[in-house]
């Protein structure tokens, strides 16, 4: 539900100085079927978007799916952000949209991997960005897309700085397009710029800042394991730069 307060109110406000608004299509029945295990609210801006997920009672492409939405209380418009709006949103994807800022940017985390949940393991998660405005960040970077973080911090480097982390959650957004994250980090570096690459040795869960670049330009992650020879230059650049904040050593 929205919550806001009511005209003509003064002082602390108590229970009843607000109303409430349900969010349209997020009703846990239909009849008497159960559709929803439970639906939440994550965020909301300055223009009254706001963002949440979810959870399916039922299984979807083999998981319980936690489906992200997109909600404009001011226009009153519902939309789920699934394969219509982008491909890393797949049919049965679970996902979490952690913030929304002014310019209706939003970043949270989202499946990597399309493997059975249900009666497998969990799912491989990364971060992702998607710009819901009608303003682009950078050429590169148009309104309307979605993004893997991991491929924005892709600079194509085997043994360069950025294929030391691979981006897991992203937290948090401000107006300025700089995200807070949570990272894997592998001191030795990865094998591979790829999205699966092995860690050349022990892996740690550090905090990060991501800085955007305006003049950079996308470098997508391969499928590929393995390290891949190129000739000439680098393909593309870092489109944010990352600061490793504070770690702590996963357990084994």
């Known amino acids: 539900a929205i919550f806001k307060l009511k005209d003509g109110v003064s002082g602390i406000p108590t229970a009843e100085s607000w109303t409430a608004s349900y969010i349209p299509n997020l009703n846990i029945e239909q009849g008497n079927d159960r559709i ?103 050429d590169a970077l148009p309104a309307k897309s979605a993004w893997m973080l991991d491929d924005l911090t892709n600079d194509d480097n085997v043994n360069g700085n950025a294929n030391r982390f691979r981006i897991a959650q992203a937290t948090g957004i401000n107006d300025a397009g700089v995200i807070s994250a949570t990272a894997l980090k592998c001191d030795a570096g990865y094998k591979s710029t790829s999205k699966n690459a092995e860690c050349d040795g022990d892996e740690r869960l550090v905090a990060v800042k991501l800085i955007p670049r305006v003049d950079a330009q996308v470098q997508p992650r391969t499928d590929d394991e393995t390290s891949v020879s190129r000739k000439g230059g680098s393909i593309g650049l870092v489109t944010l730069s990352l600061m490793a904040l504070l770690g702590f050593r996963r357990r084994k």
């Open 36 to 138: 929803y295990r439970y639906t939440i609210a994550t965020d909301i801006n300055e223009q009254n978007k706001v963002i949440g997920v979810a959870k399916r009672a039922k299984s979807t492409e083999r998981s319980y799916a936690e489906m992200m939405y997109l909600y404009d209380a001011t226009s009153n418009s519902f939309k789920w952000l699934d394969s219509s709006v982008s491909s890393i949103f797949f049919a049965g994807a679970n996902g979490y949209p952690s913030a929304i800022n002014k310019n209706d940017q939003i970043v949270g985390w989202v499946d990597a991997e399309t493997v059975n949940q249900v009666n497998g393991r969990q799912r491989r998660q990364r971060a992702f960005t998607y710009l819901a405005g009608s303003d682009a960040v950078t």
